[in-house]
C-alpha cells in the first residue's frame, strides 16, 4: 500500500507563505495525476489544486486561483504546493493525493495555520 507523505505545513501569519511537499519512497509519481486537497474546521475535504501527468494541465479551485501553484518534480518523485498571501480562511489541514485509473492514494495530511 502506498501512502504519501506531506511535509512543509505549520504556522504563518496573513500574507505569507509556505510550500508543501508531497512524496512516497519508491513511487512514481510522475505516471500518476496530482491533487491538493484541504479540509478546514467543521468542512468537509475540498478540492485545491491538481496537474495532469507531465505537466500538461493544471486545475485550480477558485478560492486559491492566483495564489496558489501546483507543480512535480517528476525526477525526485515528488509533488509541490506552493501557497502564497496566505489568508486565516487558509487554515486546514492539506492532502496531497495519486490518482491513475482506479488507482487512488492520499497523504496523512498536513496542518496549515494561519494566525497573526
Known amino acids: 500500500q502506498v501512502q504519501l507523505v506531506e511535509s512543509g505545513g505549520g504556522l504563518v501569519q496573513p500574507g505569507e507563505s509556505l510550500r508543501l511537499s508531497c512524496a512516497a519512497p519508491g513511487f512514481t509519481f510522475s505516471r500518476y495525476i496530482a491533487s491538493w486537497y484541504r479540509q478546514r474546521p467543521g468542512k468537509e475535504r475540498e478540492f485545491i489544486a491538481a496537474m495532469s501527468v507531465a505537466a500538461l494541465d493544471t486545475n485550480y479551485a477558485d478560492a486559491v486561483k492566483g495564489r496558489f501553484t501546483i507543480s512535480r518534480d517528476d525526477d525526485k518523485n515528488t509533488v509541490y504546493l506552493q501557497m502564497n498571501s496566505l489568508r486565516v480562511e487558509d487554515t486546514a489541514v492539506y492532502y496531497c493525493?495519486?490518482?491513475?485509473?482506479?488507482?487512488?492514494?492520499w497523504g496523512q495530511g498536513i496542518q496549515v495555520t494561519v494566525s497573526s
Open positions: 493525493k495519486a490518482a491513475r485509473g482506479t488507482n487512488t492514494y
